[in-house]
């Protein structure tokens, strides 16, 4: 399986995880690995889909954050999201 990473799951960039979570699901999806393999993999699937689901979440909250003024424009300010203050 080539799904290893030494990159720390909670450093993984949104785009990277979903990468592993696709590698993951193709050789799943193959079925040419052992049992042990698959609960393994599996297992690394689950914690990578929460990874995402959480840092979307975060995306999600600090596009919420931008102050949009009531006419066109551009936005008046952004204020940085703070994950401690959600």
Same mark, same amino acid.
Request: aromatic content about 2%; hydrophobic content about 30%.
């Given at each position: 399986? %080539? %799904?290893?990473?030494? %990159?720390?799951?909670?450093?993984? !960039?949104?785009e990277e995880a979903l990468r592993q979570l696709e *590698?993951? =699901? %193709?050789?799943? *999806?193959?079925g040419d690995v052992s049992l042990d393999q698959a609960i393994a993999a599996y297992e690394k699937g689950t914690a990578l889909k929460a990874h995402c689901q959480k840092r979307l979440e975060e995306a999600r909250l600090k596009v919420e954050k931008i +102050? =949009?003024? !009531?006419? +066109?424009?551009?936005?008046?300010s952004a204020t940085p999201f703070d994950p401690? !203050? !959600?």
């Open positions: 399986m %080539t %799904t290893e990473n030494t %990159t720390p799951q909670q450093e993984l !960039s949104f *590698e993951i =699901v %193709t050789v799943l *999806e193959r +102050d =949009v003024p !009531s006419t +066109d424009g551009a936005p008046q401690a !203050s !959600s």
